[in-house]
């Protein structure tokens, strides 16, 4: 994977350099991973993350935003979940990066057990005239769920549980892609994304959100695609 240049994310590191002749400067080389971050967590409360101490969010990190790969520091790296401005820690977990992979890190569950999902993604290229979709199921009180596309016989996904997730499956490009979200148990459709262009070369996650609880609002259950960039 070829690293984005973006800033460092994570605002500790240690490096050893001694104080010696420019010629004999020894540093330890830094290794780095690609990192996304998305808050999948239905609620109306924004939230603070902070990567080993280092706050990388800032003052809008609401419901179904994401921040682009950018450079990550690799191996186990400390990860707070806070609610916006509040200094009250809801979850810490340790996550664990390889050099030169990327990954996408969501926030999921619900508020009250707000917890983390890493997952590693796979971004080698498309073969001519494909795209890559992968499916996660990140609604917290949905039944399993299929990943199906309109005039297609056999799902690109299924029986995805929360938190399950399927590998990248090369689906071909076009221009007018309707995805349909089923129930797994009674096939009935629950989320649709229609005319969605589908482009050569590109590599897509599709996500399943929300509650099937909610009735209204921002936290009802839908679909959300993005571009792994």
């Known amino acids: 994977m070829k690293l984005l240049n973006y800033k460092v994310i ?4 240690a490096l050893s350099v001694g104080f010696a002749s420019c010629s004999k400067i020894k540093s330890t080389p ?8 998305i808050n999948a967590v239905p609620s109306a409360e924004k939230l603070d993350i902070f990567i080993d101490n280092g706050k990388v969010t800032n003052n ?5 935003d994401k921040w682009d790969y950018a450079n990550a520091y690799s191996g186990n790296r400390k990860v707070d979940i806070s609610k916006q401005g509040s200094g009250l820690n809801l979850r810490t977990e340790v996550i664990s990066l390889e050099p030169q992979l990327g990954y996408s890190l969501f926030v999921i569950d619900k508020l009250d057990n707000v917890r983390l999902l890493l997952l590693k993604d796979d971004l080698t290229a498309p073969a001519s005239g494909k795209a890559k979709v992968r499916f996660v199921n990140l609604s917290p009180d949905s039944d ?10 056999d799902p690109l996904a299924t029986n995805k549980a929360f938190k399950e997730f399927s590998t990248f499956e090369a689906v071909d490009a076009a221009a007018s892609v309707t995805f349909n979200i089923k129930n797994k148990a009674t096939g009935a459709v629950l ?8 482009e ?8 399943a959100r929300g ?9 009802v259950f839908g679909a959300t695609i993005f571009t792994h960039k």
Request: no cysteine; proline share 4%.
């Open 211 to 219: 509650l099937k609880a909610s009735v209204d609002g921002p936290t």
């Open 144 to 153: 399993p769920l299929d990943l199906a596309i309109v005039g297609k016989a």
């Open 30 to 37: 830094v290794q780095l991973s690609g990192l996304s971050l």
């Open 191 to 198: 989320a649709t994304l229609t005319n969605i262009n589908v």
């Open 10 to 13: 994570i605002a500790a590191i």
């Open 60 to 64: 809008n990190f609401a419901f179904l």
């Open 200 to 207: 050569s070369g590109k590599i897509y996650t599709i996500y």
